[in-house]
């Protein structure tokens, strides 16, 4: 006997964090951004699914790579897209996030992208408007898109992350980038260490599922995948930036650094890099190792996916299980 005894819809209308996930959420986001891995080395990238859609990305945070990535991704997809920029708008003049965006949603905006400097912007939006929306980044709290293609590109690299060994390394305490990774690394019950100066890596970060460490070479012990993170200079308050070059003897990657990690250990970084404070530059341009630029290319890939499926616009948002 054979039939689709389960099947599952993708029930998310925002994503705003990774904590809203499951495993059949992802596989059905990653399902299709391998369809779009693939469309996009086509000399013809333009698709359809999206058309007729207004988005707006809403960015109070300078971004090079968010930003562009959201905008071709909308694009690729025949989606209209709206760039707002914080400085060049009525936010110059004092108008609250609240009315930004309910004056967006009285234009008819189908999906809003948004990054901010307050943790919890982004479900705010979601909350306040209704529309779809993507977290782009919301101070030092979560950048789920960013998670979700590093996960996508490592697991690509490595198969499966049960069981492997990841090691993120440097200002955990500011990073939206860590928090996220954290949360989904664990969703594939991944080995996760975090490694930090003392006081860039808080104690509490232990109960997001990771374990702590202040020796990188101790942490990088048997290491499938080092993510090194910038320094979060603008995140800083009342506290002292760390020296850089310290920082680098300390907590910087080079190759001799790997010596005990797995031989095929990968190299992640979410951009953008400050060479030679937490990543040497030849490592980082090692193709051998670096998943650094592959990272990018998901990027783009794995938000039309998220796109597609907040929008409900995704072809088939459906996983079925069979038994025999
Ligand atoms: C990160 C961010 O903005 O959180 N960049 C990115 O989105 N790729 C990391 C950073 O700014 O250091």
Known sequence: MSGADFT???????????GDLNRVDVDLLYRRAEHHLTQNRQPDKSQDSMRGLTQVNLFFEPSTRTLCSFEMAGKRLGAHVVNFSASASSTAKGESLKDTVLTLKAMQTDVFVIRHPSPGSAQFVADTTGVPTINGGDGANEHPTQALYDCFTLGREIGDLGGKRVVIIGDILHSRVARSNVALLNLFNAD???????????????????SLYHDLDEALDGAHAAMALR??????????????????????????????????????????????????????????????????????????????????????????????
């Open 8 to 18: 599952y819809d993708f029930p998310h209308r925002h994503l705003t964090r990774i």
């Open 192 to 210: 996760v260490r975090l490694c930090g100066p003392e006081a860039l890596l808080p104690p509490e970060a232990q109960d997001w599922g990771a």
């Open 231 to 324: 320094i979060q200079k603008e995140r800083f308050e009342g506290t002292d930036l760390p020296d850089e070059d310290s920082f680098f003897e300390r907590f910087g990657l080079n190759h001799d650094r790997l010596k005990n990690a797995h031989p095929d250990c990968k190299i992640m970084h979410p951009g953008p890099m400050n060479r030679g404070v937490e990543i040497d530059g030849d490592l980082a341009d090692d193709p051998e190792k670096s998943l650094i630029l592959k990272q990018v290319e998901a990027g783009v890939a794995l938000r039309m996916a998220v796109l597609e499926f907040v929008t409900g616009r995704a072809p088939d948002m459906t996983h079925r299980e069979t038994s025999t």
